[in-house]
């Protein structure tokens, strides 16, 4: 299929921080970035980070990994159907938690808390850094040298992060630390949009998360088909299930609202993507950078049903008391190990330590915990933590 004029082009690529040839296997550049990314150390960490239940909680969850796997599926099919570099949107995707903690948000929340006086931690920003710095695997440079395209993507994929366009809702530290040294170094146009592609992965992160959020809070029974049957598009659903598939078991019942909720909203984005491309008619990816909204988004009555359903699970999933002890126990983790490697580096694994030992300022030094931990799964943070801090550990039952 031939690519829309507001696509990105790897042909026109703004090429690497580092130059690189050409690849040599025939690759786009763009695929090349998703190659890089899914081979990288960070990405295969994923499988045992947490999304929502710790990863020890069930084989059944979903951890980052599959989140992400998730995502980078939706986004190549929504940028199918609208004729988008379909390697450019599964890169963005794939990378786009990749900064993420151990123990999820309350891991990212703890690890900003320690490090509020020293810059604070952000996961988009740690995904910048990880994709530039982070990852050592090349021998000409650090990180995983992705194309600009790629790189502002996944620092923009949320929307611009500077000027009158800024949502500060959503980037609420406006630009942190690494995205800003390396916007010195090489403009990210931080006051504009990213490409489609990246407004393509973000509504995908919100579509996968929310359906599949949704299913986890049922399969661990956190909530119940009662509960959510009143909420908008799950009570079309289930009667339409219910009609077609009597007396159909729960399990199986569960996962039809699963695939029905994830095709209404795919395909909700995609209509109401193509309205607005029709309206506004752009004629590049410039302009798609440019203008004044994104546009890749839900339609009004979409978005409100989705919000309500996001609402629901944050009152009875993410905040459930089962959940709360979990959280509370992650948070005393992840900040017992900063305050020990914080007064104690030698404790560092050596290469760390020496990179601690290295570094100039206390703020750098602090990067380097900080890099480190975000850096540990939930088992290593857990075993960690027991082994220096003398921890009984973590227990879990499932409610």
């Known amino acids: 299929m031939d690519r829309a004029p507001y696509a990105s082009d790897p042909a026109r ?3 690497r921080l580092f130059p690189e040839p050409p690849s040599a296997t025939g690759r786009s550049a763009f695929q090349r970035d998703r190659d890089r990314i899914v081979h990288s150390g960070a990405f295969r960490k994923l499988q045992y980070k947490t999304q929502v239940f710790v990863n020890h909680e069930g084989d059944y969850y979903r951890t980052r990994l599959t989140h992400s796997l998730e995502v980078a599926q939706i986004t190549r099919s929504i940028c199918r159907m609208l004729a988008l570099d379909e390697d450019l949107g599964e890169a963005v995707a794939l990378a786009h938690d990749l900064g993420h903690t151990c123990f999820g948000h309350t891991g990212e929340d703890a690890l900003a808390a320690c490090m509020q006086d020293v810059g604070g931690f952000f996961h988009n920003d740690q995904t910048v ?33 500077a000027g009158p366009l ?31 592609e990246a407004q393509v992965a973000a509504l995908a992160d919100d579509i996968a998360y929310l359906s599949h959020d949704l299913d986890d809070g049922l399969r661990s029974q956190l909530i119940t088909m009662e509960q959510i049957a009143p909420l908008p598009l799950v009570h079309e659903f289930l009667a339409e299930i219910d009609g077609a598939y009597p007396g159909l078991i729960e399990r199986r019942r569960r996962h039809e609202l699963h695939r029905r909720l994830i095709g209404a909203l795919v395909s909700d984005v995609v209509a109401e993507t193509r309205r607005r491309l029709a309206e506004k008619n752009p004629r590049s990816v410039e302009e798609v950078r440019t203008a004044g909204a994104p546009f890749v988004q839900f339609s009004p009555a979409i978005f409100a049903a989705q919000k309500e359903i996001r609402a629901h699970l ?23 190990l900063y305050e020990l490697f914080n007064t104690k580096p030698e404790l560092l694994p050596e290469s760390w330590a020496a990179a601690h030992h290295a570094a100039p300022t206390p703020r750098a030094k602090a990067r380097i915990l900080a890099d480190y931990i975000a850096g540990m799964t939930d088992r290593f943070a857990l075993d960690e933590h027991k082994r220096l801090c003398g921890s009984s550990g973590m227990t879990f039952s499932n409610p």
């Not at 500060?168 to 990213?194: C, Q």
């Open 129 to 161: 850094r990880i994709c530039t710095f982070v990852e050592q695997r090349y021998a000409a440079f650090d990180g995983l040298n992705l194309t600009w395209e790629a790189i502002e993507g996944i620092a923009k994929h949320n929307g611009p992060l």
């Open 314 to 336: 944050f009152a009875n999933v993410y905040r459930s008391a089962h959940l709360k002890d979990v959280r509370a126990h992650a948070t005393r983790v992840v900040t017992d």
């Open 166 to 196: 800024a949502d500060t809702k959503k980037h609420g530290a406006g630009v942190t630390e690494t995205i800003f040294d390396l916007d010195k170094k090489w403009h990210l146009e931080l006051d504009g949009h990213a490409g489609l």
């Open 13 to 15: 690529s703004r090429g």
